[in-house]
Structure formats: structure tokens, C-alpha cells
């Protein structure tokens, strides 16, 4: 049985960053595990949770790199969805139909006008069947096992919209938004403009930042990563022995997190009040 398992993890060590396309009705923990397995190392995890009932972009990192997702251009954040209207769910999605009622069409051009007045910033509860942690706890754990779910007011900022298509009962959209959005919830606040009830009957995450599905493709960690390069003039082995830095060794010396390449690894560095911290040391490239 060891020897199996560790045949079977033989890659634990690599480094790699991926972006994997989740598929629909499966968790972002119970696809990870897949994608674990299909790559051979168990040191893994990913960025963005999407919810069981959405699919697409979810970004991999492998061993050291999986420390990485904090420094990461992950936002804004683009969906596509599709309302079904005339649907009523508990969970704003397909997983939870409480009933289907025919709804009256909607002029395109209302339509498409009212999905344009998104653009903006709007406060909202998020769905009750979400990703979003209450003690400790996914609350769509907790709605699914009949417990009361007290979600707080947040907060989304929507900077661009896309009226896609018009075929009643579906409408379908895109959205690019901040951090923390819930699409399921804008297409509430949506369907309130329009007086009208529906729900999502398909939701796909299009890209995380400047991550997007490429079938996979191993991607180089420093043209994503959302900090500034600094210069070091010291030796080397400071770094590769993890010794305090001198601030004197370094171009940038105003506080701030820096990136430090090397040609075989990379650091990222705190300078706070002329102190120099290591955030991560030695990541291998």
C-alpha cells in the first residue's frame, strides 16, 4: 500500500501552476483531488472557490507555488451566465428548484439597457447555497443540512457587462466584478430592475485576472505575479541560506513587498521601516 501511494505521488516536489476548467455540480475540493491524482502530487491547492453549481477557471498551483496565490493578478473576475426566467430556487440556481411558472418576454432593448446599468457598485446578501465560509463552515454545507444561514450584507463591483443573447426564457450575460462577487445575486438585482423572477441556470467563470483555461498549460509564476522587482547586489547565499538582507543590498529600499529573481529561484521580500523579511524564500523555478 506504501509503495503504491508513493508511486503514485512520485511528483510531490514539482513546482507548476496551472488554470483547470471545473466542471459543473462538483466541488472545488473534490476536483482538486482529481487533478491531484492526474498530476501525481498530493502538495496542491487552488485559488477562487467556485461553487459546485458553476464551472470553468479555477487556478492550480503545485508544491512551493501553491504559496503563491496571495501575490497573484486574480482580479477582476469575468462570468458568464445564463437566467432562466420564470424559475424560482432556493439556492438562485438549478441545484434547489422550488417551481417553474411561465414568465412574460421582455423587450430586448430593456434588456439589454438594464444589463449596461449594472456597471457599478451595489450591496447585496450573497446566496444562502454558496462557497462563503460562516464559522468555519461552507454555507451551502449548512443550508443543505437544514440550518438557518444569516449571510451579511458584501459588497460587488461590476466594471463591465455584455449582453450576449435573448431566447425566452433565457438570457444570457457576462460580467466582469471585484473579489467576493456572486453572480447568482446580481442576477437577482438584475431581475428586480426587469420586475420579473428567475434564476441561473448556468453559470461559467471565463478568467481569474489574467489566468484563463488553456487546456491546462504550465505557466511561468513571475509574469503573474502582481509585485515589483527589486534588485539585489549582495551574495546570493544570503538568500539561499535564508540570512537576514541588509536593506543597503537593495535598488528599492522604500517599504513595500518586492520580488527578487534569481536565476535558478525567487524571493518576495517585506521592507517595513528600513527591516527587510522574507514572505517566501527560495521558491524553485
Same mark, same amino acid.
Given at each position: 500500500?506504501?509503495?503504491?501511494?508513493? /508511486?503514485?505521488?512520485?511528483?510531490?516536489?514539482?513546482?507548476?501552476? +496551472?488554470?483547470?476548467?471545473? &466542471?459543473?455540480?462538483?466541488?472545488?475540493?473534490?476536483?482538486?483531488?482529481? +487533478?491531484?491524482? @492526474?498530476?501525481?502530487?498530493?502538495?496542491?491547492?487552488?485559488?477562487?472557490?467556485?461553487? &459546485?453549481?458553476?464551472?470553468?477557471?479555477?487556478?492550480? $498551483?503545485?508544491?512551493?507555488?501553491?504559496?503563491?496565490?496571495?501575490?497573484?493578478?486574480?482580479? #477582476? *473576475? =469575468?462570468?458568464? $451566465?445564463?437566467?432562466?426566467?420564470? =424559475?424560482?430556487?432556493?439556492?438562485?440556481?438549478?441545484?434547489?428548484?422550488?417551481? +417553474? *411558472?411561465?414568465?412574460?418576454?421582455?423587450?430586448?432593448?430593456?434588456?439589454?439597457?438594464?444589463?449596461?446599468?449594472?456597471?457599478?457598485?451595489?450591496?447585496?446578501? #450573497? &446566496?444562502?447555497?454558496?462557497a462563503k465560509k460562516i464559522d468555519g463552515k461552507r454555507a451551502?454545507?449548512?443550508?443543505?443540512?437544514?440550518?438557518?444561514?444569516?449571510?451579511?450584507?458584501?459588497?460587488?463591483?461590476?466594471?463591465?457587462?455584455?449582453?450576449?443573447s435573448y431566447k425566452h426564457p433565457f438570457i444570457t450575460f457576462? $460580467?466582469?466584478?471585484?473579489?467576493?462577487?456572486?453572480?447568482?445575486?446580481? $442576477?437577482?438585482?438584475?431581475?428586480? @430592475?426587469?420586475?420579473?423572477?428567475? =434564476?441561473?441556470?448556468?453559470?461559467?467563470?471565463?478568467?481569474?485576472?489574467?489566468?484563463?483555461?488553456?487546456?491546462?498549460?504550465?505557466?511561468? #509564476?513571475?509574469?503573474?505575479?502582481?509585485?515589483?522587482?527589486?534588485?539585489?547586489?549582495?551574495? *546570493?547565499?544570503?538568500?539561499?541560506?535564508?540570512?537576514?538582507?541588509?536593506?543597503k543590498y537593495l535598488k528599492i529600499k522604500e517599504d513595500g513587498?518586492?520580488?527578487?529573481?534569481?536565476?535558478?529561484?525567487?524571493?518576495?521580500?517585506?521592507?517595513?521601516? /528600513?527591516?527587510?523579511?522574507?514572505?517566501?524564500? *527560495?521558491?524553485?523555478?
Open positions: 500500500m506504501r509503495k503504491t501511494q508513493k /508511486k503514485l505521488y512520485d511528483n510531490e516536489q514539482l513546482n507548476k501552476l +496551472i488554470v483547470v476548467n471545473k &466542471p459543473i455540480f462538483r466541488s472545488s475540493n473534490s476536483y482538486l483531488n482529481e +487533478i491531484k491524482r @492526474k498530476y501525481r502530487n498530493k502538495k496542491a491547492g487552488f485559488s477562487g472557490t467556485l461553487d &459546485p453549481f458553476a464551472c470553468g477557471c479555477l487556478i492550480v $498551483a503545485f508544491g512551493q507555488y501553491s504559496k503563491l496565490f496571495q501575490f497573484l493578478k486574480k482580479t #477582476p *473576475k =469575468t462570468y458568464r $451566465a445564463v437566467i432562466w426566467l420564470g =424559475t424560482t430556487s432556493e439556492s438562485l440556481d438549478i441545484e434547489n428548484i422550488i417551481d +417553474i *411558472k411561465e414568465e412574460s418576454k421582455i423587450e430586448e432593448t430593456l434588456l439589454e439597457k438594464e444589463i449596461k446599468n449594472l456597471v457599478g457598485t451595489h450591496e447585496y446578501y #450573497p &446566496p444562502k447555497f454558496s451551502y454545507q449548512l443550508a443543505r443540512d437544514g440550518k438557518d444561514v444569516e449571510m451579511k450584507k458584501s459588497i460587488m463591483t461590476i466594471s463591465e457587462t455584455k449582453f450576449i457576462e $460580467a466582469t466584478v471585484s473579489e467576493g462577487s456572486y453572480i447568482r445575486s446580481l $442576477a437577482q438585482i438584475l431581475l428586480k @430592475k426587469l420586475n420579473s423572477v428567475g =434564476t441561473l441556470s448556468y453559470l461559467n467563470r471565463l478568467n481569474e485576472g489574467e489566468f484563463y483555461f488553456q487546456h491546462e498549460k504550465e505557466l511561468n #509564476p513571475l509574469e503573474y505575479l502582481d509585485l515589483k522587482k527589486n534588485i539585489y547586489f549582495g551574495d *546570493k547565499s544570503y538568500f539561499e541560506d535564508g540570512k537576514k538582507i541588509d536593506i513587498d518586492y520580488l527578487i529573481v534569481f536565476e535558478e529561484f525567487f524571493s518576495i521580500i517585506h521592507i517595513e521601516n /528600513k527591516e527587510v523579511k522574507y514572505l517566501l524564500n *527560495k521558491v524553485l523555478l
